[in-house]
């Protein structure tokens, strides 16, 4: 019999803004028309499995602090069975149709790759019949080739060609894994793949190298008959001292010099943007410039710290103005996004969790509607349009048709008169941000 570890709770609802219930949606409404779509058709949140059911609440100074009933086995196959009931009786509770996974946080990873391996057949044998009775599916699969020890130096990247091998083994079984199990969607993320020291660093070999990497991950997964977006998850760095994936226009061009740009996109986390010093709107669109806004992992960080912290996000200002951008660009081409946040150290209790993807997904929901209303209610955009009006008509409009020379420039330039100063009416752009919230 399945145990029921989140006791007391029932299935969260959308109750609107007026609501005093804390375990209910005041903004996230699935079925809700925005911009054209439903609220879920535009974000299908995703549960995170590491940061949810594995995280236990340590960091570098101090053990756990989460205790989870589902962990107390010893025995790992039934541990992870354990582990996958509480995770689809929470997916259940909040309402949420997806979820994400690292190969071994679906289960501890064995001595051996063939011990490995079975494990993981194992457990996917035991979440796709989890799937079947909830109806949840998997947004996206990815291998965690960054915290076993070998991986130090690096998986794909790595100077050893054994690592690499055993990487591409990983790789192939997470794969494996996300085709079993319906994924629609899969990730790489460099989380060593870069340098702690150039001094001993072959940069151009081991990007060349990554790219035969995923060259070859691409054909294999075609070849088994996946269908879906493979994304790359910029991150400038931590673990590495830089990562390869320094950001979005670093991972576009990485992926056009190597002829990858029309099977990856990007999943664009908001604390990585913080770290490589821009803004989460700003990855978004850069991403959306290329056709190449695919996902999100939705989290923040703590901006007093210069490092990824992961919280849940609540900021509305922030989401707000980066779905303006997700608007403009259409949204998401094939991802989702997915609550990439653990709870704080000191949250300690079941519920916690709810709280946490509740805020989160409300933050969104939020961000959306203030966006829509921006959009089509203010004159936020023709005030952008405004700005840019010289270029729809007349010479401007040649220019951008690419029917002028420099010189055609020139004799512009000679025979204007005074250029006249045009505001950028930056101020009365974030006034009306304000105004929406």
């Not at 101090?62 to 689809?88: C, V, Y």
């Not at 055993?166 to 870069?194: H, S």
């Not at 995923?214 to 996946?226: E, H, K, P, V």
């Not at 320094?246 to 002829?259: E, M, N, P, V, W």
Request: overall charge negative; charged content about 25%.
């Amino acid at each position: 019999m399945v145990s029921e570890y989140y006791k007391g709770i029932k299935k969260i609802q959308y109750e609107g803004p007026e609501s005093d219930n804390p375990l209910s949606f005041k903004f996230y409404d699935p079925d809700k028309i925005i911009a054209g779509k439903k609220m879920s058709d535009h974000f299908k949140f995703a549960i995170a499995y590491w940061h949810s059911f594995c995280n236990n609440g340590s960091d570098p100074f101090g053990k756990g602090t989460l205790k989870f009933e589902w962990n107390d086995s010893r025995d790992p196959i039934q541990a992870a069975k354990n582990k996958a009931d509480a995770e689809f009786e929470f997916l259940t509770k909040i309402g949420f149709e997806y979820f994400c996974f690292h190969d071994f946080d679906l289960i501890a990873e064995g001595q051996t790759l063939s011990e490995s391996e079975k494990r993981v057949e194992k457990i996917s044998d035991y979440i796709k019949e989890k799937q079947k009775e909830t109806k949840k599916k998997l947004l996206w699969g990815t291998a965690n080739c960054f915290t076993n020890p070998r991986y130090m130096n690096g998986a794909a990247t790595n100077p050893d060609f054994k690592v690499v091998a055993r990487a591409g083994a990983q790789v192939k079984i997470a794969l494996d894994t996300t085709i079993k199990l319906g994924g629609e969607n899969y990730v790489f993320w460099g989380g060593r793949e870069g340098y702690i020291s150039l001094l001993n660093t072959d940069m151009g070999r081991e990007l060349d190298h990554m790219a035969r990497f995923l060259t070859m991950a691409r054909d294999y997964a075609r070849s088994q008959g996946f269908k879906g977006t493979f994304f790359i998850e910029p991150k400038p760095m931590e673990p590495s001292k830089h990562q390869y994936d320094f950001d979005a226009a670093t991972s576009i061009g990485f992926l056009k010099k190597y002829g990858l740009e029309n099977d990856f996109k990007l999943n664009i986390e908001v604390n990585h943007a913080t770290l490589a010093l821009h803004t989460f709107e700003h990855e978004l669109a850069v991403a959306g410039c290329e056709n190449m806004l695919g996902s999100i992992d939705a989290n923040r960080g703590d901006y007093q710290n210069g490092w990824d912290t992961d919280q849940f996000p609540n900021n509305i200002q922030e989401v707000a103005v980066a779905m303006l951008v997700f608007l403009k660009y259409g949204g998401l081409q094939g991802g989702g996004v997915n609550f990439d946040a653990k709870l704080r150290r000191n949250s300690t209790d079941l519920e916690d969790l709810f709280h946490a993807h509740i805020g989160g997904a409300d933050t969104f929901a939020r961000g959306l509607i203030v966006a829509d209303k921006i959009l089509n209610d203010s004159n936020f955009s023709s005030t952008i349009n405004k700005r840019y009006s010289s270029f729809d008509s007349g010479d401007g409009k040649k220019f951008e048709n690419g029917n002028l020379s420099l010189g055609d420039l020139f004799q512009i330039a000679k025979n204007s008169k005074n250029i006249e100063k045009i505001s950028g009416k930056t101020e009365f752009l974030e006034n009306i941000i304000n105004n929406y919230i």
